[in-house]
């Protein structure tokens, strides 16, 4: 296509007067594809139209800012063609040849061939040498407007080529192509050099000092390009440690219940191993806390993450302080580290986003309304429980307590008001029970400022100063999105301040747990209700996991359960159980019984689990869960002698449910009652499908088993479950839409205390149990939630793919972040599962080994690193003992070891094995010692059959080709060549 026919085109846009993106649509009608704008000219094109008269042609200008703007011409073919005009005495015309330039001068690209970069390095050189050549031009008459009494003229000019001219200089990428462009064109180079000596001369007797200044800097640094190879900078720190990121990462997410202890010692080991600056260290440990608030699953999961963040993570650094060799250093490392967080405004703006908690039930915020709705109720009952002497009498009396100041926040254990009630001395004991109820109900204003928590927690700790403290809470608020100030509600409490006011209420709990149940279990009774409601259950478990208190918090809930298998504790003088003592006994046996199954779904059932002790009776809670309650990777028999209690007991408990228009609660022992009720679901079941029982009866049934207690219906799905299992395919229906009844709402009325709250504790623990069946039945039952999902990290595998494109596509992914998310952690954790150690390792180890670049396979390492954390000591004894022998010992692998995988692998190898020897050493993270019980049963059992040698070899798995059980960890399976390529 000829020139000619573009300027034709372009003079036509002119006379008809097109807008820019009318242009763009025409020309690209007028001229067909294949030949690029670039090789039609049409930067030069349109500049030489533009700029024909003494004043440059806007309407052409604009469509060439949006030729640049949409990226149809590129960069060089426009500073070449503004290199080309050289009639500097057109002052309009420079100026807008200046503004084009200074559209994209600090953000030159080139996204083409080889031949196309240098293209742009030539063509950046010739602009240099354009702006020195009119940045002289412009000198030389200032210069001669002074001679002539005229200062002003050519200043102006003069001030933008040199603004420009700083501005291309300014960036290090710039002045990288122009030394690539220097060693190309050594002859135009040589010509920029004769320009600078030429502007110097001229400026030299330029009496603005400010534009002379300004001169010798871009003169400093044109002068400084061909020395930019040789000149060794010190090189900026690493601003990034993914390691870190994800040990902390995986900690929060997956082992919120384990010891701060081990958890110091890893971190400090990667500290060491990886030489991180400590500000840089404790920077990244909180980069990975707020980065997990904010993609923490609503519910459960995000208040976990705040007690880690909040409670566990001040911990860690007191820890870490130990190490440190002075306290003052370590505190001004803290706080160095603060400042930088403060930098990333962003991070921190969306964390208050994220970190707030709505109560909706209580928007009554007013201490006065407080008193009168709230408290004055709960000292009245008190009062009736003679738990308090007396509390003010008349009207007058209440008002005259309501005026004064409400409550006294302080760090005592109790919460009370100043005056106008007393307590009894012999109940003295009891305060903490008013100080649960006024805990669990107070709501107070505070701003959603997740950083001003953090740094009051680490100011009490002692990691920060009171002037540092003061300095960084100041800097906060004034880097404060002011959106987020004007639209924080007092309604809304954000969940750090409530984490913090839930650890010294869990004290308080304890202490009322210690107790004589007998004597008041009425008011123990109020206590665990009002846990029950909304989050408070979770909040508090929360924050007794993130301080270590959540075995001793569980202890107090056996020992509760097993209080109230024995009715005659709670009757006086030998006299018969009445109406009311034997239902408040029954809701202690049920919310103790539902918060314990709460407790072991969400954090493990370790927690539960007393330590062994010869001779000691087990706690019916503690036999039922290890041998009844269905947990991820635990498979029950049906028919285990647990299901099958005495028959006479399951007979009358049959004709109970069936019979009776409600449960009775006088004289019933519930643990009988829950051992019982599988063998009696069994006997309805087969009622049922043998037509003997009509679909009303089962529904009347049903209600019967969760009208009262909710626990009840609990262990009849834990039982279904494990039937349905060992079902065919045609068998199911019965059994599932018994599950189905189950979990549905009540058809009838219920008439004991908290059954809303109860009825929602339930669901989640039985959409729990069920979930894996009813994912391999391929069944839908709809459970009662409180709005938001209890079970975000299952089922997070894409189904029908193949799981070793998962795991390399997930590597991937986190590979070109360059961090570890929590559902990427949780994904490569199910892998780990499900394909086993060796396969695990080995096919990330392939990934490892085809990186070519060295900065990316060292970041690989990092991430890999933080990936085999998972079972640290199970993947390094695979990578020392198969996968490494195996690449070593094959010639045909050696290809495959040359720098850099190589020494990334070889780095790789030494960090696993200076982990799980200290780890071995020391004291295992009590994530790395969980293991499902198959496992643990195959190993013992591979240990009496004497299959097994002796030391560390006996946990190695059997190396590609031998076709034997491996007990590695976490999982056992059959490795073959071909399963590690599933």
Known sequence: MKVVNLKQAILQAWKERWSDYQWAIN???????????????????????????PSPNPLILSYLKYAISSQMVSYSSVLTAISKFDDFSRDLCVQALLDIMDMFCDRLSCHGKAEECIGLCRALLSALHWLLRCTAAFAERLQEGLEAGTPATGEKQLAMCLQCLEKTLSSTKNRALLHIAKLEEASSWTAIEHSLLKLGEILANLSNTQLRSQAEQCGTLIRSIPTMLSVHSEQLHKTGFPTVHALVLLEGTMNLTGETQPLVEQLMMVKRMQHIPTPLFVLEIWKACFVGLIESPEGTQELKWTAFTYLKIPQVLVKLKEYSHGDKDFTEDVNCAFEFLLKLTPLLDKADQRCKYEFPCLPLLHWKVFWTLLLLPVLDELRRLSLLASLGRGQRQQDRVAQRPLLSLGHSNCLYPKQGWRLDRNHFAHSSMLFVFTSLFLVFSHSCDCTNFLLQECNKQGLLSEANFANLVAKRAADRDPELKSSENANIQPNPGLILRAEPTVTNILKTMDADHSKSPEGLLGVLGHMLSGKSLDLLLAAAAATGKLKSFARKFINLNEFTTHGNEFTTHGSGESTKTASVRALLFDISFLMLCHVAQTYGSEVILSEVSTGAEVPFFETWMQTCMPEPGKILNPDHPCFRPDSTKVESLVALLNNSSEMKLVQMKWHEACLSISAAILEILNAWENGVLAFESIQKITDNIKGKVCSLAVCAVAWLVAHVRMLGLDEREKSLQMIRQLAGPLYSENTLQFYKERVVIMSSILEHMCADVLQQTATQIKFPSAGVDTMPYWNLLPPKRPIKEVLTDIFAKVLEKGWVDSRSIHILDTLLHMGG???????????????????????????????????????????????????????????????????????????CALSSYSSHKGQASSRQKKRHREDIELQSSSLIAGNVGNGASQWLPCPPGLHQPVPCGRHAAFETDETAEL
């Open 837 to 911: 150690v060796y396969w695990f390792c080995n096919n990330l180890i392939k990934e490892l080994l085809k990186e070519t670049r060295k900065e990316h396979t060292l970041q690989a390492v990092e991430l890999l690193y933080s990936i085999f954390c998972l079972d640290m000591q199970q993947v390094t004894l695979v990578l020392l003992g198969h996968i490494l022998p195996g690449l070593l010992t094959d010639s045909s692998k050696w290809q495959n070891l040359m720098d850099p995988p190589g020494t990334a692998l070889a780095k790789l190898a030494v960090w």
């Open 27 to 53: 020309m690209k009608k007028f001229f067909p594809k294949g030949a690029t704008w670039d090789i039609l000219n049409l930067a030069e094109a349109l500049l030489e139209q533009a700029m024909i008269g």
